[in-house]
């Protein structure tokens, strides 16, 4: 066991595993390794791995490489031209540029990166998770290569990849699933026609699929139709194939999946549940482990069910399958993911293991290092996926500069994975994933207030992102009763999104930031400005200072008097106070900006930028924009929200009007393609096209004017 992830533990609780664990053989990796019972097959062949090359990027390809790397495994990194810079290629100890940003032709190019591997004499790659996975033909090159593939056989992909088939073997397999319509006639008709006689709602997903994309619910059967053509659309953009199964869709489900291993030697064993049932957009937000209320009874059946589907398709390596579950802790199998799981430190966490480690180990020939009755659940993990997404926007997606980026403390119980550094980019080519924030706790209640205790201390400043969002979902009273479903979010969207009134501590502390700012602090570096008492002021100087908070414009009034303080009034409060700032981060700008008034001292960390200021509250960050002068605002800007515009930063893939097309409000003119999903742009009024300025294939900012209309037509 690694020793990054025996530390995640308390010392009661490491001491009794390590009593448990007594070490019983040497091997290509480490003097020393797990005690194990399982069955030992002489005849499967030993394959060290001394170089490893990790097809992928971001958190996951740094995570591959921390363990390999105390492994004693030297790392290869493959990149992208946009990921030149990224934090993946500064932690390999070899780097191999193939291609440009299109993942189509970087990080899914299987024969630039075969061959990147013979050029650096990599005995083995590791796929991560996305990308090339689960792709059979990759697999099978990496066979044919003489390559390891960190990863199950290609018959288990391929058999488990299209869902069709899968739905089969589990069937036969005894592993309980919904029944559905899994044919080759793809025809709308004949799709159509099976989804009225499963009966609505249905499932529309692409038997390739995958992370949520390709996936759609037609609740009626005149929304059949459109539904269908989105889901394809989405699954030929990411995964090259448009088939898809249709099925009875539970309503208001629980999603629960389990961890499964198994190695060359015949040996499976399951590593527990997770709950990921709290998802938006069809993917998962938040995940935790164990599944909160299940009884022991459905945890051994559940587990049981999938190391049979793993030992149908002859499994080897980490594997999750998932399953469907309803509200009487039924279950049905919905797939599996041959691969390691975003999600997968949850499972480490409550298991004290490494599966990387397991991965390399079991890849190179050797037994699981556990059987099933060495396998037990140590207390309760949390893992929270920190998005560049704008929650209040219908989580659109984001991408651009992170120009302040500051973790929660290093805290034995929390683990942080990422990708990205303060400075580095959220590319529009890629998942706008930033980060995972995993926590551990001796049970639920306690991982849950680290969680948040955590996500309170995040933060991060050049995007929107989901940190509020999980707050408010964290300390949600269902959510801390375990009461989860796919429709979470929905169903309690009034309570997950509050609105938030800025308070007159707040407004004091947002006018100290503003103070600072103005005294130019950053040229200051020496000597770094620590008091606003410094201002020498002979007369009492009175402002009014504007914020805005989303669409309401508030006051206030700043009296500056000779002693230095400041008086702030809101409304009916006004405080006198000293305000001070102590510079943390001069080239991020962060500070901490304390108001000391006669009774109190407030304070908290606070960042100007982008003519904002930036609080990091208790109840995450606030921001209050100060707004430009009148003169200012251009006509410009008022004619572009008159038109329509690029929500995120993306690529044009499709334009279906010209100059000189009259459309309808609401009629679809563009469709953009942005962190692999696929967004409709529509006409925000009824008007006749003037210009459509980009081309299909271009790349384009946020905010940017993709059709100018002309004045309203006439009706």
């Known amino acids: 066991m690694s020793a990054s992830i025996k530390c995640l533990f308390s010392k009661t609780t490491r001491l009794q595993k390590l009593l448990k664990v007594k070490p019983l053989y040497r091997n290509a990796f480490s003097p020393l390794a ?11 062949p030993k394959k060290p791995i001394k170089r490893l090359l990790i097809a992928n990027r971001g958190e996951i390809a740094v995570r591959v490489m921390k363990t390999a790397k105390e492994l004693g495994i030297q790392t290869v990194a493959v990149y992208s031209e946009a990921d030149a810079d990224s934090l993946h290629v500064s932690v390999a100890d070899k780097s191999y540029c193939i291609g440009p940003a299109d993942s189509q032709r970087s990080y899914l190019n299987k024969e630039k990166i075969i061959q990147v591997c013979k050029d650096s004499g990599s005995q083995a790659i590791h796929p991560g998770y996305g990308f090339l996975s689960e792709n059979t033909e990759f697999a099978e090159l990496c066979q044919q290569n003489d390559i390891t593939f960190i990863g199950p056989p290609s018959s288990a992909i391929r058999d488990m990849g299209i869902k069709s088939t899968s739905k089969h073997i589990m069937s036969a397999a005894n592993v309980p699933i919904i029944e559905g319509y899994h044919g080759d006639d793809q025809s709308d008709d004949r799709l159509a026609a099976e989804a009225k006689k499963i009966g609505f709602p249905v499932m529309i997903k692409a038997v390739r ?91 051994r059946q559940l587990g049981e069910a999938a190391v049979r589907a793993a030992r149908a398709v002859n499994y080897v390596g980490a594997g999750t399958v998932e399953f469907v579950m309803d509200a009487e802790q039924k279950f049905y199998f919905m797939e599996m993911n041959t691969r390691l799981q975003v999600e997968h430190p949850v499972s480490e966490m409550i298991t004290e293991t490494d599966l990387v480690e397991w991965q390399l180990r079991v890849a190179a020939g050797e037994p699981l290092p556990l059987t099933q009755d060495d396998l037990e659940i140590y207390g309760h993990s949390f893992e929270a996926r920190v998005y560049a997404e704008d929650p209040d926007n219908e989580f659109m997606p984001g991408a651009g500069h992170l120009q302040h980026v500051l973790p929660p403390d290093d805290e034995s119980y929390v683990r942080v994975e990422t ?87 707040q407004l ?87 108001a000391e008034m006669e009774e109190q001292i ?52 499709k334009i279906f009007v010209q100059p000189g097309d009259t459309v309808e409000e ?25 210009t459509v300025p980009y081309t299909v294939g271009t790349t384009v900012p946020k905010g940017a004017r993709l059709v100018h209309l002309q004045k309203e037509t006439d009706n």
Not at 34 to 44: G, L
Not at 262 to 291: T, W
Request: with cysteine.
């Open 34 to 44: 797990y005690a194990t019972q399982a069955s030992f097959n002489e005849d499967v």
């Open 209 to 299: 699929g995958g992370g949520g994309k390709g996936m759609r619910i037609a609740m009626t059967e005149d929304e059949f139709l459109s539904q269908l053509s989105s889901a394809k659309n989405e699954a030929m953009k990411s995964f090259g194939d448009q088939v898809m199964l249709v099925e009875k869709f539970v309503v208001n489900p629980r999603h629960v999946e389990v961890q499964v291993f198994g190695d060359q030697h015949g040996n499976y064993v399951y590593l527990f549940e997770r709950d990921c049932s709290v998802q938006r957009r069809h993917q998962k937000i938040i995940e935790e482990a164990p599944a909160p209320h299940l009884t022991e009874e459905v945890r």
């Open 419 to 505: 990708g990205i550094r303060q400075g580095d980019e959220v590319s529009v080519h890629y998942d706008p994933m930033i980060a995972k924030l995993v926590v551990w706790g001796e049970d639920r209640p306690t991982a849950l207030a680290r969680l948040i205790s955590a996500l309170q201390k995040y933060q991060i400043v050049g995007l929107s992102t989901n940190i509020n969002f999980m707050l408010s979902l964290a300390q949600h009273p269902e959510f801390q009763l375990g009461n989860v479903h796919t429709e979470f979010i929905p169903q309690h969207y009034d309570t997950l999104f509050p609105h938030r009134e800025v308070s007159h501590d």
């Open 602 to 653: 407030i304070k908290c960390d606070s960042l100007y930028a982008d003519n904002t200021v930036h609080l990091f509250t208790e109840n995450g960050l606030l921001k209050l924009e100060v707004p430009p002068p009148a003169y200012e605002t251009s006509e410009s800007s008022a004619a572009a929200r008159a038109d329509s515009v690029a929500p995120m930063p993306g690529v044009i893939d």
């Open 508 to 594: 004091c502390l947002a006018v100290v930031t503003v103070m600072s700012h103005r005294l130019n602090c950053r040229t200051h570096a020496d000597a770094a400005f620590t008091s606003l008492n410094s201002l020498r002021i002979n007369h009492e100087k009175q402002e009014v200072m504007k914020f805005k908070h989303g669409d309401k414009v508030i006051t206030c009034a700043v009296t500056s008097h000779p002693d230095g303080t400041l008086t702030v009034t809101s409304g009916e409060q006004s405080s006198k106070l000293k305000g001070s700032v102590i510079a943390a981060d001069l080239e991020g700008q962060r500070t901490t900006a304390v």
């Open 666 to 690: 609401g009629q679809q003119l563009i469709v953009m393609i942005a962190m692999k999903m696929e967004y409709i742009i529509r006409a925000p009024r009824a008007g006749v096209v003037d």
